[in-house]
């Protein structure tokens, strides 16, 4: 898949661009806040219909603009031709989006999601390392809601039954401090609840765990490559108060599925596999029925996915977020995002698009030249922002197009 043409109007400080970039890399050269990650942006937006970097899309418009237009034609790894649009109109104050693939509006952004496989890196993302866990956890949720409509519908369940659950449980602080203290109605309500929480709940956590198997294979194949030592070893652990310990039955048959089958066919599968659900399930309701018998109304439901997290370590360091330097940070977070990158390729048999966003701060020579060497072996179309071209300077320049970004204007250099 790679993006033939791509056209912007009145979208952040371009007024109207038509760019036909490379089908393979893309050098955005140019200073500083002339337009080089508004087009990642603007790429990244036809992948997920959100920015990565504004809550309010009103900030998505030229100033003094009541209108906007992303759009892009984009050719499969068959032929197939597929037009993707997106365009705001603001009017009497209110702001409305609309999503249009091949012409026809999309109406449920489940259906849209995975309509171009794309992996985005830029400065922020060692955050997933260093930050807070909703972060690596939406890292999982978005990968899985790309590739998996079964995931996005049940993680789209499990939030909305976790919303009732907690609405419940701060109503019913008002009144009552403990669980034991409600009424047998109310025990009852709470139950039912938590029945559903634990179906949905429990296949997400299987889901995730899976991925992560997934991930940390390709993640710490690439990361060795990065640091030139193959044996400083990457390991992600999936962290979850609803499972029992790392050498339980659950974790022993993650590691036997991982091993046996081709993951891929795994996370498309219809299904989890019910052993792992099962163990899974029995694990989650042991914990929630313990977790019962002295919760604190006012702590809401502390327990279940929506508190998970996965630990990120290497052989030389330890645990990363503790004892990693920027550069071993940086190195983990590529791995992470290039790893993305092929789960999406090889499950949907399509090659991915990758936007890479100042990625070379903090790397040394070595690695920039091993990132470069990697990118140029994957045929698929990349875009990297850069200051200047040095990074490039001993690469085969025959896959490589350079392109100066300056006021909202691209030119071939």
Excluded at 353 to 358: G, K, N, Q, R
Aim: proline fraction near 1%.
């Amino acid at each position: 898949m790679f993006i033939k043409n791509i056209s912007l109007k009145n979208f952040r400080n371009y007024g109207e661009l038509n760019f036909s970039p490379s089908r393979y890399i893309n050098v955005l050269q140019g200073r500083n806040a002339q337009g080089k990650t508004n087009l990642l942006e603007a790429l990244y937006i036809l992948s997920s219909s959100k920015s990565f970097r504004v809550r309010s899309e009103r900030e998505l418009l030229k100033w003094d603009n009541n209108f906007a237009e992303i759009k892009a034609q984009i050719e499969c790894g068959d032929g197939r031709l597929k037009d993707i649009a997106m365009r705001w109109l603001e009017e009497n104050g209110s702001l409305e989006r609309r999503i249009f693939v091949n012409g026809s509006a999309v109406k449920k952004l489940g259906l849209f999601l995975g309509e171009v496989l794309l992996t985005l890196f830029v400065p922020g993302d060692l955050s997933l390392t260093q930050g807070a866990p909703s972060l690596r956890r939406r890292y999982l949720d978005v990968l899985l809601c790309k590739i998996s409509p079964i995931y996005y519908d049940c993680l789209s369940r499990y939030k909305n039954v976790l919303q009732q659950k907690n609405k419940l449980l701060h109503l019913k602080d008002l009144g009552s401090e403990y669980y034991k203290n409600l009424s047998v109605a109310d025990k009852a309500l709470l139950e039912a609840l938590d029945v559903q929480l634990l179906e949905f709940g429990a296949r997400i956590i299987c889901f995730r765990a899976l991925l992560l198997e997934y991930i940390e294979t390709l993640a710490a194949d690439f990361y060795g490559k990065l640091s030139g030592d193959s044996e400083d070893l990457l390991k992600l652990d999936y962290r979850s108060k609803a499972l029992p310990a790392d050498e339980s039955d659950f974790f022993r048959r993650l590691r036997e599925l991982s091993s046996v089958y081709a993951q891929g066919e795994l996370l498309i599968k219809r299904d989890i596999d019910e052993e792992l659900l099962r163990l899974a399930r029995e694990s989650y309701l042991l914990n929630l029925k313990e977790r019962r018998s002295r919760i604190i109304l006012r702590n809401t439901a502390g327990i279940g996915p929506h508190t998970d997290d996965f630990t990120v370590s290497i052989k030389s360091s330890r645990s990363l977020k503790y004892f990693g330097s920027q550069g071993q940070h940086r190195s983990v977070v590529l791995a992470l995002r290039l790893a993305e990158a092929k789960v999406m390729a090889e499950i949907n048999r399509e090659k991915s698009i990758i936007l890479l966003d100042d990625c070379f701060s903090e790397l040394d020579g070595g690695r920039v030249r091993l990132l470069v060497s990697y990118l140029l072996s994957l045929n698929c179309q990349v875009f990297i922002t850069a200051a200047h071209s040095a990074a490039f300077a001993d690469a085969d320049k025959e896959k490589i197009r350079f392109f100066e970004v300056s006021s909202g204007r691209i030119s071939e250099v």
